[in-house]
């Protein structure tokens, strides 16, 4: 059984302990391999490696950087398969929807940031005619990458690849519970000639590893995304020591839907935002809202599209639902549908663990995509995180009506609307309090643009020039004339 190993100073390296964590399968139940269960000293370890590489790394020319980032995106092009079916193995998702999604936008953020230091431009104010000042933006030492297990590859890299671009160094933290396709990353790092040091992936659990990395004295800025509790942990223990911090929190996405809207477009596409992925991604729109006209309608059609998916073994190529991460995780799921039960909803479809796809499959944690009706916006249910296939779906009257919904929950990551009124669809994005707002569409994403929550989705923003601006430095330098 593989032992997935720390990637540190360019080596493979143990856990300083030699303690290991079993890592599953989610589609089997089974352990499948092990990883390092790394601490503070591996983490102190890797900072001294991205410290020492730091001096020669943020001198590099951006070219190289740039062209080195390239390769690092080639290599992992030219194994898409082998990484796709690691991503799969590890998390549970269709590896179709892994090698067509995950990895390939993964490839592409490495690029994005590997083309954009390229052309990145600094500011300059002529004060009158007495003085210039000009804005320096320096890299700002090593960063503290900590990512989640839903989309492993894709977060760790729209951290890792700005961060590498604009002249950092880095200690990564990838979830303990998907660890692989990280481990294949630092192979990739190597191959395409990364310089040892500039890039260390400790493995390892949140409350050790990620809380080691967190209140690491020389470790000033964090980029973090996962569970809004964990980064409130962050939060506490960095505020008190000054460091730049980025956020990207949880999520209760709405997915408005109103009587003039293409309804075969918002029917395909909300079946696609409620379930993409098990319905574990942070921007899928777990509480689809629906105009009274048209929600008899609506509810007719869905239900039999969702119940169309096919949920089985993520390694058949025709399966649309895969396992969901954890045994735990699938718990707190089946938890959720039994809550909305209580709290008076109405299951249309799915709420329970389906018959075994394969013999394979038979011990794996698995969840029919569900749909519940009936239920008070200010349910629970309705209130917080599932992040699995189980979505509500209520009716509203009016814009008023729809908004005072969409901005009832502590969390403002996104939210799709659905109208072909142009007016109304300005309006509505203008009032709802979220990150970004799709009009007709569903992760529709241009890396260029800012990203991340509002409230308790997140602080700061990620993407684009953001990211590089996050992880430099910007110093004012007045010249007078
Ligand atoms: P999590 O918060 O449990 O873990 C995320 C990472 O933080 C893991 O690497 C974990 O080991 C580490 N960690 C845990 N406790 C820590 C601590 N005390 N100090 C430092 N690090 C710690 O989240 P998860 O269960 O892996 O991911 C699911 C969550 O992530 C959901 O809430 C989802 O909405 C959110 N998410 C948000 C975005 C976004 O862009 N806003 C994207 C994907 C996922």
Excluded at 170 to 193: D, H, I, Q, Y
Excluded at 391 to 405: G, L, N, Q
């Amino acid at each position: 059984m593989r032992t997935i190993l720390n990637f540190i100073d360019g080596d493979a390296r143990e856990s300083s302990s030699g303690r290991t964590l079993d890592n599953f399968e989610p589609a089997t139940g089974e352990v499948y391999s092990q990883v390092a269960d790394s601490d503070a000293d591996d983490i102190h370890a890797a900072y001294l490696a991205a410290r020492d590489a730091f001096p020669a790394w943020s001198k590099t020319p951006a070219s190289e950087r740039s062209s080195i980032l390239l390769d690092i995106a080639g290599a992992i092009e030219a194994n898409l398969q082998r990484y796709a079916e690691a991503e799969s193995r590890d998390t549970g998702k269709p590896v179709r929807l892994a090698a067509t999604v995950d990895i390939p936008r993964a490839v592409s953020n490495l690029r994005f940031f590997a083309t954009a230091i390229l052309h990145t431009a600094s500011e300059l104010h002529a004060t009158d005619h007495e003085a210039l000042n000009y804005t320096l933006r320096r890299p700002r030492g090593v960063a503290g990458l900590i990512s989640p297990w839903n989309l492993p590859l894709y977060l760790l890299t729209w951290k890792i690849a700005p961060a590498l671009a604009a002249g950092n160094t880095a200690v990564a933290k990838p979830s303990e519970v998907t660890p692989m396709t990280a481990a294949l990353l630092g192979e990739s790092c190597a191959a395409a000639g990364l310089p040892p040091g500039v890039l260390n992936i400790v493995h390892g659990r949140g409350s050790e590893a990620g809380v080691a990395l967190t209140a690491h004295p020389g470790i000033g800025t964090i980029s973090f995304t996962g569970g809004t509790s964990t980064g409130a942990e962050i939060a506490r223990t960095a505020a008190p020591m000054f460091k730049k911090l980025s956020l990207e929190m949880g999520g209760k996405n709405p997915n408005i839907i109103f009587e003039d809207a293409d309804l075969d477009r918002a029917l395909n596409e909300s079946v696609r935002s409620s379930f993409a992925n098990q319905g574990q991604i942070c921007l899928c729109g777990s509480r689809i809202l629906v105009q009274r006209s048209v929600y008899e309608r609506f509810l007719e059609r869905f239900v039999p599209l969702v119940e169309k998916l096919k949920t089985g073994d993520p390694q058949d190529p025709d399966t649309t639902q895969g396992a969901v991460v954890s045994k735990t995780h699938r718990d707190k799921i089946l938890g959720y549908i039994d809550l909305a039960r209580e709290e008076g909803g109405r299951v249309l479809c799915g709420g329970s663990v389906p018959e075994p796809a394969n013999e394979r499959c038979r011990n794996g944690w698995f969840v029919t995509p569900t749909v519940i009706a009936d239920l008070p916006m200010d349910c629970r249910v309705n209130q917080e995180e599932i992040f699995g296939p189980a979505v509500t779906i209520t009716p509203f009257k009016d814009e008023d009506e729809a908004v005072a919904m969409a901005n009832c929950t502590r969390y403002g990551l996104a939210a799709s609307i659905w109208t072909r009124d142009l007016a109304r669809a300005h309006r509505m994005a203008e009032r709802i309090d979220s990150g970004t707002v799709w009009i007709n569409c569903w992760m529709v994403r241009d890396l260029r643009v800012p990203f991340g929550g509002m409230k308790d989705s997140g602080v700061g923003r990620e993407g684009g020039e953001e990211a590089l601006r996050f992880f430099t430095e910007p110093k004012n330098v007045c010249v007078k004339l």
